[in-house]
């Protein structure tokens, strides 16, 4: 498959480089304020377009525009998420399906925002839309629901954000209070300057949005019917104010806290809750959980690493494959 990756964060740039291990050749690559448009028969220069974007803060000489006009089959949609009208990600997104080309997403946006839109474009399109890479990172939660079939999920729940998932479990391990550990998982690049979109439970929220669309979309006879949903639709509450004092009240009686989301085909819950201390939920770090409940396989649990460059890019390749 020829791929025009657009964003060139860390996801964009481990896609351009693990891209060709995958059998796979990159035409294209843009970032917010250029782009690299490969000749008629060769794919762009990966080490050469990394190095660059490294060095200069720029991958090519050409227009952000010019990438979305190459001639690729897939459309690797890598640029940051933005709530509310999902742009740029979303117009990306419908240009790509209007020419008729496949789009493989990472931003969260078009797929936890505007997902009824999103499917309209892709009904009218030759192109398919995937977004495995949208949640959990390497995690395959999205095909995992798809393979199943969505109509024989009844939920899906787990811990989806590897920053709040640290900081809790250091906070456990060492007795100590919130703020603490953030200057910790600050300092480790763990979390951002402004980890808000982790800590409040943005991130995770938006991740559960997703898999309540997959469920509600894929479990109605007909798209007209299905339930949409978006951030406003869901319960999310974060790890601030949980006190040092709750984690170690609650290993006194083999218990600890972890951020959980879940996802039905009617809610959207995001909340600290308490679990085993040596369940399932209780993975430790920056590790990804996610928990399918199923009506005739029972409850089926996938674990890994939910961040990353690397981690999200295999996901991305891994949509691209299923494409072609």
């Known amino acids: 498959m020829r791929l025009a990756v ?4 860390a996801v964009g740039r481990s896609v351009v480089e693990l891209a060709g291990e995958h059998g796979h050749e990159v035409v294209a690559v843009a970032d917010s304020s ?3 448009v490969a000749g008629s028969s060769d794919g ?4 050469a377009v990394v190095t660059r974007k490294a060095e200069t803060g720029i991958v090519g000489d050409d227009d952000p525009a010019d990438a979305l006009a190459a001639d690729y089959d897939v459309l690797v949609e890598a640029t940051p998420t933005t709530l509310g009208d999902a742009e740029p990600g979303f117009s990306h997104v419908r240009t790509a399906l209007e020419r008729d080309r496949h789009v493989v997403l990472a931003n969260k946006g078009p797929v936890a925002e505007r997902y009824g839109d999103l499917q309209a474009l892709a009904a009218d399109s030759a192109g398919d839309v995937r977004f495995e890479a949208t949640v959990g990172g390497a995690i395959p939660a999205v095909s995992t629901v798809e393979d199943i079939e969505p109509s024989h999920v009844t939920a899906v729940r787990g811990v989806l954000n590897g920053t709040a998932n640290f900081i809790l479990t250091r906070m456990a391990a060492e007795g100590l209070d919130y ?3 953030l200057s910790e998982a600050q300092d480790l690049g763990v979390a951002e300057a402004d980890p ?12 559960c949005v997703i898999l309540a669309n997959v469920l509600s ?7 007209a019917d299905a339930r949409e949903f978006s951030l406003e639709d869901a319960s ?5 104010d949980v006190p040092g004092s709750v984690l170690r009240l609650a290993a006194e009686d083999g218990r600890t806290v972890r ?3 879940e996802a039905t085909g009617e809610t959207v819950r995001v909340a600290p809750r308490l679990v085993q201390e040596n369940g399932t939920l209780a993975v430790s770090g920056t590790q990804n959980i996610v928990q399918i409940e199923t009506t005739h396989a029972g409850r089926l649990n996938i674990s890994g690493r939910g961040a990353g460059g690397p981690e999200t890019a295999s996901a991305i390749l891994g949509d691209v494959g299923r494409l072609g």
């Open 236 to 240: 999310v509450e974060g790890i601030r």
């Open 34 to 36: 250029s782009a690299i």
């Open 179 to 181: 703020d603490h550990v």
């Open 44 to 47: 762009v220069d990966a080490e």
């Open 259 to 261: 951020l959980i989301g």
């Open 217 to 223: 979309f894929g479990g109605a006879d007909d798209p």
């Open 6 to 9: 657009i964003g060139a964060g």
């Open 196 to 207: 808000s979109f982790d800590v409040d439970g943005t991130d995770a929220a938006l991740k």
